[in-house]
């Protein structure tokens, strides 16, 4: 399915530093997201090897997460320095996150590279929105992480965050919860080493009869594109997780918000 690189290397090595570098300086800046970088930047980049259509997003999303597992050790140790993982938080978010995670990848060995990138878009948009105009201090209708629905909104944000491969629900979903902002993105940080784990296991499995015999893929994992980004996003992500720290909480917000309504407009086309 995936041959001879149709590129030269010099240029894909490139592509792949910049591409990783802005991801591990998103990642590092919002406690995750890298993949608003990674999965449009993998797709682009897939341009360089003869893929079948209908593989080629499934393979971005996977090498995506496989990316975000290395990168994100480093940035989760600096968050856990400042204080801003809580281990309340990861015990009541972690099951619903990792049932749904484990039933999107079972989904994407079914469905369509296309409408999986649709949906990416339009679920990204539609968030974008959202948060760009969510004040949590004027929120008087704000969700409570022990609610009887909170488990199936985590579930959803597992779901929706392999189906996408990227984790952008968790800091608003926690905003919403009237967590703190930083905590929220130090959390998110610890979501995404820990679920890519999972998720990176779960692609080698599923995708190992469909790419087994094709140089450089490991199941669903493009390793060249792996190889080349995880350096530069990791050295990124450092720098970011010390950026977010000086950045006013506002300003944050709508940072990453804009980051999000972008990413989905550019992939809808």
């Known amino acids: 399915m995936m041959g001879t690189m149709l590129l030269d290397w010099p240029l894909f ?5 910049v591409i990783g570098s802005v991801a591990g300086l998103i990642y590092g800046v919002f406690g995750g997201g890298s993949g608003l970088a ?4 993998f797709y682009y980049l897939l341009r360089h090897f003869t893929l079948i259509d209908v593989f080629q997003m499934q393979v ?8 975000a597992m290395l990168l994100g050790i480093s940035a989760v140790y600096l968050h856990w320095r400042q204080g801003n993982i809580r281990v309340d938080l990861i015990k009541r978010m972690l099951p ?11 989904l994407l060995n079914v469905m369509a590279s296309s409408v999986v990138k649709h949906i990416f878009s339009v679920v990204v948009i539609l968030l974008g929105v959202w948060f760009w105009q969510y004040q949590q201090e004027t ?23 392999f189906l996408m491969g ?10 919403k919860c009237d967590v703190p902002l930083r905590a929220a993105i130090g959390c998110g940080a610890f979501f995404g080493v820990s679920l890519s784990i999972t998720g990176a296991l779960m692609f080698i499995v599923t995708g190992w009869t469909r790419f087994e015999h094709v140089p450089g893929q490991l199941g669903f994992i493009n390793l060249y594109l792996v190889s080349f980004t995880v350096l530069p996003s990791a050295i990124m992500a450092g720098l970011g997780v010390k950026l977010g720290g000086a950045i006013p909480q506002m300003h944050l917000q709508k940072l990453y918000a804009g980051l999000v309504l972008i990413v989905g407009v550019v992939m809808l086309f």
């Open 13 to 17: 090595i490139s592509e792949c530093v």
């Open 38 to 41: 990674l999965v449009p930047g």
């Open 60 to 67: 971005a999303i996977a090498s995506c997460g496989a990316t």
């Open 166 to 175: 990227i984790p952008v629900f968790t800091v608003p979903y926690l905003s």
């Open 96 to 106: 619903g996150l990792f049932i749904g995670s484990v039933v999107a990848i079972a």
């Open 139 to 161: 929120d008087r209708a704000k969700w409570s992480l022990l609610s009887a629905y909170h488990h199936f909104l985590t579930f959803l944000q597992g779901l929706l965050w």
